[in-house]
């Protein structure tokens, strides 16, 4: 017998909502017209896309719906920011961003720094995932051409202040642009009053498809689209809209919006629980990420002396999906950068085990990880050559609150 699958890893992927599936089949069928089009079959659609966009502008509290950009999703328009920051101002070649990034952001700071010489400043943590204020400040001049910082990370769900973050920037006269592609949905934004110049955002975060994103391109901000095509999106993103992942977006956006402060509430007492419930039933481990500014729904804890994937195979064989690292460097056996780039213990780093939790989950889903979560880390540890009790080398990295 099979147990119920749990599924705690929704800052990989979300399971798309009804709701959101159900808007969108019209317009693989009936309503399948090209938005550009002139006749009926493309003014319908248009309308569909028009409403898609002002859902999306209200959940980011953005001033206008022509802010907002639809892309393939979180990538494309990560890419879409700092490529066309580059292009709009060639006195300006630099870039200011965090080593704990998405590879979205990473891998392409590491190729432009090796095929035209980009100047990337990669602004370190400290041990809870925080940006070092100082040395962002003293990387931004009048070379920076764009600043980006994400919102919240992904592993560890550690929230930067970008507000403030983007006032520095636009004091150094650089551009700001967040990854808020794990924030959007989970914690109130209102764009409108902050000096934020480009958010990205992806669907399937928040229980929207796959495929679909958007960029927030404030007014006024010169853009250039990444793609080379037709003028779709004003310009600012080249090639046939992807209509039915748009509505599903504008639909999650709602769905997003409408729930927001009970979702949150809702996550973050289940995820608090399952925290409690682990560090009391559970020896040397210990939660990474800022306990003063976390994503209401992730946790991530650092078992010592295990391997994460080894609890993930183990966690799998009882129903329950959770990840080590992220899903996009797994596979390797390396701890993951943002691990590393926090520093924390070796010992521990393999061990670190990320729960994201969704507004889908329940009471039950946490207990069935408390009950099974114990034994499965007690056998590995059993094996482990590197276990004996008492002996971390964590020190100081001890939990600051239970
Ligand atoms: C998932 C994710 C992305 C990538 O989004 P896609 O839509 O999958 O391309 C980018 N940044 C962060 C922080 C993410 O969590």
Known sequence: MSPRPIYLDNNATTRVDPRVVETMLPYFTEQFGNPSSMHAFGAKVGGAVREARERVQALLGAQHDHEIVFTSGGTESDNAALLAALDMNPARDEIVT???????????CEHLTKTRGTQVHMIGVDRQGRLDID?????????TAIASIMWANNETGTINPVIDLAELAKGAGALF?????????KVPIDLKWTPIDMLSLSGHKLHGPKGIGALYVKRGVRFKSLMKGGHQERGRRAGTENVPGIVGLGTAAKLALDTLAEDTARMSRLRDRLEKG?????????????????????????????????IL???????????SGSACTS?????????RAMRVPQTAAHGATRFSFSRENTEEDVDHVLAVLPGI????????????????DAGSFQPTYA
């Open 331 to 339: 596979g390797s056996l390396e701890p993951s950068h943002v691990m």
């Open 98 to 108: 965090s080593a704990v990034e998405h590879p979205a952001i990473l891998s392409l």
């Open 313 to 323: 195979l183990l966690l799998n064989r009882e129903g329950i999906a959770a990840s």
């Open 177 to 185: 642009h967040t990854d808020a592609v794990q924030a959007v949905g």
């Open 377 to 392: 880390v007690e056998k590995l540890r059993e094996l482990s050559p590197f276990w004996s009790k008492g002996k971390g």
């Open 135 to 143: 040395a962002y400040k003293k990387a931004l001049s009048d070379k």
């Open 278 to 310: 682990l560090l009391q039933r559970i020896g040397s481990c210990f939660v990474t990420g800022d306990p003063m500014s976390r994503l209401p729904n992730t946790c991530n804890i650092a078992f010592e002396f295990i391997e994460g994937e080894a």
